[in-house]
């Protein structure tokens, strides 16, 4: 009995420990595609269509796109956040009363269906505008 006990024990842990690996390999990536960001002369365009180069306003004003890290997510589901429609990871900063605070502490998170997740590199600004939240960049 307690032989049993014990490999399940163990297959248990195993199992844990390639969850949390696959979890952390998208932790650095911030929002799904489906949010809006206002880009050139009044525009928005959803995040999953921005392309490097492309010209985003910033609370600072205009910044360019350098780099897009974008993660699609093995099953589908991702633990999230819900803020003014934009769904972003538990873990990356978004700016809640003039602060930077991590979305996990302030909403509840939920798996939810994401397809990928994306992540920006601006050229001279770390804070981007995704449906009216400001988020951090790299």
Not at 38 to 61: C, H, S
Request: include cysteine; glycine fraction near 6%; aromatic fraction near 12%.
């Amino acid at each position: 009995m307690f032989e049993k006990l014990w490999y399940l024990k163990i297959i248990f842990s195993i199992i844990s420990m390639m969850l949390r690996n696959l979890f952390q390999q998208v932790r650095n990536f911030s929002v799904d595609g489906f949010g809006r960001v206002n880009v050139e002369r009044g525009l928005e365009k959803l995040v999953k269509n921005l392309r490097v180069g492309d010209e985003v306003m910033t609370p600072q004003g205009k910044a360019r796109i350098v780099n897009i890290n974008k993660k699609d997510v093995v099953n589908g589901f991702y633990e999230m956040v819900e803020f003014n429609k934009m769904l972003i990871t538990q873990d990356h900063e978004i700016m809640i009363y003039d602060e930077w605070t991590l979305p996990k502490d302030v909403k509840k998170v939920e798996f939810v269906k994401c397809v990928s997740l994306y992540d920006f590199e601006l050229d001279n600004y770390k804070i981007m505008t995704v449906n009216g939240n400001n988020i951090r960049t790299k």
